[in-house]
């Protein structure tokens, strides 16, 4: 699987948008982004995830470049509830198998007033 | 719907005595892990399971022992604890379908003196 890089951290002001940035150069073709969180003290939480175009759902926004060697996750309008430490994911579709996802240690946001 | 149940939340151990942590899931997914997260690292997979019956090592596997013997439960073991092993403990389900979307239970503190 790719290895990923992120900052170590970001800080957002409330209401306006985190784009919190993942670089991934030595991505394949078969292989997905997945962003996950891990508010403090709980469980990691999925995100989102993407192979080659922009994806949204109800929590974020993923922007894949055209070669595929980064991204961006966007949380549209951070609230104080978004700070948690975000980890951006790299890894084949293993259809079938487990899925042994490995978690750096992520870009810690700090959401503030 | 629950999700993923971990109990318990806090344990505290003295060195050489054995526990057992239970996960437990109510979404029917056939593939569940045991993760182990130390102090400003990430997630490390100890044990996973792709189906009752079945059970696979992970990346840090030394020290622990994992059961599935219904679908919905997957328990870790430590039969002699060690400082070393003092950590939050994750469990996560998923379906296995290929995508990495895992859902994860609130942790276990475990302190081992």
């Known amino acids: 699987d790719a290895k990923t890089t992120q900052p170590p951290s970001m800080d957002c002001a409330e209401g306006r948008a985190a784009n919190l940035p993942c670089n991934h150069s030595?991505?394949?073709?078969?292989?997905?982004v997945y962003w996950y969180r891990q508010i403090h003290s709980q469980g990691p939480q999925y995100i989102i995830h993407g192979l080659k175009n922009n994806e949204t759902n109800e929590m974020a926004s993923l922007i894949i470049t055209e070669d595929r060697k980064s991204s961006t996750l966007i949380l549209p309008h951070a609230t104080l509830r978004d700070t948690a430490v975000y980890y951006c994911i790299v890894r084949v579709d293993h259809t079938g198998t487990a899925s042994k996802l490995t978690f750096g240690t992520g870009t810690r946001l700090q959401v503030t007033l | 719907n629950a999700g993923v149940t971990q109990t318990p939340k806090f344990r505290v151990l003295k060195t050489g005595q054995s526990m057992t942590l239970l996960c437990a899931q109510d979404m029917n997914h056939e593939y569940m892990y045991w993760y182990r997260q130390d102090p400003g690292m990430g997630l490390r997979l100890i044990h996973y399971?792709?189906?009752?019956?079945?059970?696979a090592k992970g990346e840090v596997p030394d020290g622990y022992n994992v059961s599935r013997l219904k679908k919905q439960n997957f328990l870790l073991g430590l039969e002699s604890a060690a400082p070393s092993q003092t950590s939050v403990y994750f469990c996560?389900?998923?379906?296995?379908?290929?995508?990495?979307?895992?859902?994860f239970g609130s942790g276990t503190q475990l302190s081992v003196l």
């Open positions: 030595t991505i394949s073709g078969n292989e997905y």
């Open positions: 996560a389900s998923g379906h296995g379908t290929g995508l990495e979307k895992l859902f």
């Open positions: 399971s792709v189906g009752e019956g079945t059970t």
